[in-house]
């Protein structure tokens, strides 16, 4: 009788484990990370909460707000761009604050320190 008792024991447990296993759902196939790089802009005093004049290689242009740099690595908004060599300007006012080529990879997120 216990030999009984540890085989049925033994099926629920197997029928229990693959009952519970996903194996007829269909699995997401999850390919090559997305070919964008990230900027935030950050400022320790004077440019915090104001928007600045981001210009990339000369042809895009977007405007983009500023955040105090202490919280620059838990909030703020990153803004995507392409990857690859990138000539960044920003200015605020018609001065030029940053000039720059960066190189960025994909799903990098660069930090721009502004003064």
Same mark, same amino acid.
């Given at each position: 009788?216990?030999?009984? !008792?540890?085989?049925?024991?033994?099926? &629920?447990?197997?029928?229990? *484990?693959?009952?519970?296993?996903?194996?007829?759902?269909? %699995?997401?196939?999850? =390919?090559?990370?997305?070919? %964008?790089?990230?900027?935030?802009?950050?400022?320790?005093?004077?440019?915090?909460?104001?928007?600045? !004049?981001?210009? *990339?290689?000369?042809?895009?242009?977007?405007?983009?707000?500023? &955040?105090?740099?202490?919280?620059?690595?838990?909030? +703020?908004?990153?803004? =995507?761009? =392409?990857?690859? =060599? !990138?000539? &960044?300007? %920003?200015?605020?006012? +018609? !001065? %030029? *604050?940053?000039?720059?080529?960066l190189m960025l990879s994909a799903q990098e997120t660069k930090l721009i320190t502004l003064p």
């Amino acid at each position: 009788m216990t030999k009984n !008792k540890f085989l049925m024991l033994a099926l &629920i447990l197997v029928t229990c *484990l693959f009952t519970s296993c996903r194996v007829n759902y269909p %699995v997401a196939q999850q =390919s090559g990370k997305d070919d %964008v790089a990230f900027l935030l802009f950050a400022s320790p005093d004077e440019y915090v909460g104001k928007t600045v !004049k981001v210009t *990339l290689d000369g042809k895009t242009t977007f405007e983009a707000d500023v &955040i105090k740099m202490k919280k620059a690595h838990t909030k +703020g908004t990153q803004y =995507s761009v =392409s990857t690859g =060599s !990138k000539s &960044i300007k %920003v200015e605020s006012d +018609g !001065k %030029v *604050l940053y000039q720059k080529v960066l190189m960025l990879s994909a799903q990098e997120t660069k930090l721009i320190t502004l003064p």
